[in-house]
């Protein structure tokens, strides 16, 4: 399997044809339709920048998809919902660098509907199906960017992360979600839920070739390193109520890593302020809209956010800013914290969403609040897959740290 960095240079060197990369995603997306993964292929546009395309670039050739509340000129804009029908009429800032880099848009993935869910389950065309078992969920919000990278559709996928929407889908998935810190891929253009929160983040196959995206999208620059981080594990049992399939391969894979304890801020406090945050935001974001045709479950969270009082709202700024700070001193201390990224296996489509809804969200949210870089990793499971998720203060030590832990497998 090639990576990302070499699908590039064999393309600028002539010896990969963007038009036959652009041709097997194609093939490979119309074998796999059955996920609902992507929900606008753009076969002709695809087609034609393959045709005209320079060879140059850091992702010159590479065929993405870009998550459906991301803005990109001339494809349907619907964030999933049957309210909208709408054209791009730009291409959001993070597209616009996908093209710079080389990389060719052939599509749109699917999202839960405005990303205002975290089970991929609710959209204008139906759930999101696991390619691991297409009974079960993908996960969300950034539900067909996940599934789209495990069948082989494409190498990169752009997602966006709120509470944990790159991460969850890329958990259940068996893929790799980088949510980088606050504001490294900017949201212009990115259909809000909660601007205080909100992320662009990448899914791939793999630790290294999530840092290569994010090298070739920003000013980073991330180097690989084979020195052996300092990695706290946490001690907080909210975060450790696992399924015993987790259980089992979270146990396996720190047995093998060396690790010191830690207390990450307390759970429930850091939960509550994250929700205090985004349920006004999103009201906000969605009063001037009709909101009739919105599925039911997005219908019914906006509803249950219009109940957080304003004096709420501003006690969750102060405790964001005081939650940070402690996370802030946490990570002084070690190279990065690790968690498992969600408490269960893919559950099956048909689990009502309230049944599931913390099972997925319990440990990801944190590093929405506090803005810091988080990644899920595949770690080896039997049978649905599981991830691993690693905290720390940049993206360049969250990359590091990933692509370090990556390696020991």
């Not at 959209?123 to 990278?149: F, I, K, L």
Request: net charge negative; charged share 20%; with cysteine.
């Amino acid at each position: 399997m090639r990576t990302l960095q070499e699908t590039a240079a064999l393309v600028r060197d002539g010896v990969l044809d963007p038009v036959l990369l652009v041709e097997d995603a194609l093939t490979r997306a119309a074998a796999v339709a059955h996920l609902n993964a992507i929900v606008h292929l753009d076969a002709d546009g695809a087609r034609t920048a393959a045709a005209v395309h320079d060879r140059t670039g850091a992702l010159a050739g590479v065929p993405v998809l870009v998550k459906e509340i991301v803005e990109v000129e001339g494809l349907p804009y619907r964030c999933g919902s049957a309210s909208m029908d709408e054209v791009g009429r730009q291409d959001a800032d993070v597209v616009r660098r996908l093209r710079s880099a080389g990389a060719i848009v052939i599509g749109l993935s699917h999202t839960h509907e405005f990303a205002y869910g975290c089970t991929g389950t609710s959209n204008r065309v139906g759930p999101c199906r696991n390619p691991h078992d297409p009974s079960r969920m993908t996960g969300g919000s950034s539900s067909g960017s996940a599934a789209a990278v495990a069948a082989g559709v494409v190498p990169l996928a752009i997602g966006t992360d709120t509470a944990g929407s790159v991460r969850i889908p890329a958990a259940l998935c068996g893929v790799v979600g980088f949510k980088p810190t606050y504001n490294t891929l900017p949201t212009d253009r990115v259909f809000p839920l909660s601007q205080t929160l909100d992320h662009v983040g990448v899914l791939t196959r793999t630790a290294r070739d999530a840092s290569y995206a994010l090298t070739a999208l920003t000013e980073i620059t991330i180097a690989e390193s084979s020195a052996r981080p300092r990695l706290g594990i946490v001690t907080n049992a909210e975060y450790l109520d696992l399924s015993p399939e987790v259980r089992s391969a979270w146990l396996a894979v720190v047995e093998k890593l060396d690790t010191v304890d830690v207390q990450l801020p307390d759970w429930s406090t850091s939960f509550s302020t994250a929700a205090n945050l985004q349920g006004p935001e999103a009201v906000a974001n969605h009063k001037d809209r009709i909101q009739d045709s919105y599925q039911p479950d997005v219908r019914r969270r906006l509803l249950e956010a219009a109940l957080v009082q304003p004096a709420d709202y501003e006690r969750a700024k102060e405790q964001a800013a005081a939650i940070t700070a402690e996370l802030d001193a946490v990570l002084a201390t070690v190279d990065a914290v690790i968690t498992p990224t969600v408490l269960t296996t893919a559950p099956p489509l048909t689990t009502p969403d309230a049944d599931v809804r913390r099972q997925l969200l319990n440990n990801t949210r944190l590093a929405n609040l506090t803005k810091h870089a988080a990644v899920s990793l595949p770690i080896p499971a039997d049978g649905l897959p599981v991830g691993l998720q690693v905290i720390a203060a940049s993206n360049e030590q969250a990359a590091a740290v990933a692509c370090w832990i990556e390696a020991q497998r």
